[in-house]
């Protein structure tokens, strides 16, 4: 039988599937496709097959989590205009099970999860077992397997990416074999921010450590101020971020402390913002002091995912000792092109920080970052206006590449080269990956023009 007959009738077989007219969209609209097809295996055996049947035909296959991210990283090849025969994506959300808990000599725990998992589902069931992770990002409606290939971070000056909490993988290949890749294996310093171009990810161990309350803190502050503390601030917390609203020098400090005081909550509806970004990320007021279980400080509900606004992001990745010197020559292009700002379009700007790692494409790859994030807002429809996002967004990119060494986060829009991103990290960083591309993905069948716009091939 011919190979798209086969992987039809498995898919009818093994697995919920949607076949033709289908479209798929991120999560605020913006990037689309249309596969031809849409499964979600019940069992890892039944995805090899699958996949191994779109190999043999020369098919591209893309996973889908929460469909988060603002790039268009995760989207499948359209059948009618990239001279594909057929494209199809896959969802991992039945492969989303803890399977295995390990404590380690030092006192930490190894858990062994389905790839597909939703953060926030991930936490409740770390909760249940007294465990959590030690870090993660602003949001907890991703799929694991997708905050980790992207490189999804959370802040502090000595805490990695959430890809960095990741012991073990569970790969299935294009030939629709099984690959598991420890930290002892060449490919695991590439694994851990696949950019799902290596293979899917159906397991992933990540190292955990036992519950633990914070403090949140988010304080009001004069923006001019706060940049003249921050060295010292930088040096006194160890999880800490800032914002502040362009055009003002209105800003917020958001501090983080491990603390035995008792909990008062956090997720409290009667203090839900419904700003976008980061400034909602624990869906609180600015002046808001709360304590609560970790995981309900760095970010907010399900409740506040849903209520809050829509927005378009970028991230630049800059070395942490240039980040005042860049701030203080974006807050400059910002005023430069003020009379192109609409007022009623709310802007936000932030920083983060994240430790160094050795994964091959992380931003942190060989360096400590400062984030640079640039929201433009939109309300609860419709995601920010893209004529300001553009405006902004590539001011602050050919800024931080001209000068301050940048990097993109891989999930957020940019507007990265080949060139820039060989430039970014070093030809034979960038050359390392594309060789395991070539070696465990032959057929390119785990490509999209996003990767190919960025890393070639």
Known sequence: LPAALVLLLWVAATGEASVGGLHYASWDDQQVCQPTDFFKPRDVPSLQAYVAAANQAGEPVKVVGAGHSFSPIGMCANATTDHVSRAHIVSLDYLAAISKTQRTPKGTTLVTVGAGIRLHNLNSELEARNLALVNMGATAEQ????????????????????????????????????????????LFVAARVGLGALGIAVSITVECVDAFKMKLEMIQYNLDQLLQELPSLYQKHERLQWYWTPYTTEATLVLRTPTDEPITGCWNSGSVSRQGGLAGAAGLLPNTTCVDVSYKTLTGSQAHYYQRALYTEMEMFVPTDMVLEAIADFRAFQESVKSQH?????????????????????????????????????????????????????GLEDLCVQKYQARPHWGKMNYFSVQQIAAAYGEAVVGAFNAWRKELDPNNIFSNQYLVDRLGM
């Not at 802007?347 to 430790?355: E, M, S, W």
């Open 143 to 186: 799929s694991l397997a997708g905050a980790t290939a992207t490189g999804t971070h959370g802040t502090g000056r000595l805490l990695g990416s959430m890809s960095t909490q990741i012991t073990e993988i569970d790969f299935v290949l294009a030939n629709g074999t099984l690959l598991t890749v420890t930290s002892g294996s060449p």
């Open 342 to 394: 609409d007022p009623s379009v709310a802007l936000f700007t932030g920083v983060r920080y994240v430790q160094q790692d050795d994964i091959t494409l992380s931003p942190q790859h060989g360096r400590s970052n400062a984030v640079i994030s640039m929201i433009v807002l939109g309300d609860q429809h419709q995601t920010g206006n893209p004529t300001e996002f553009a405006l902004y967004s590539k």
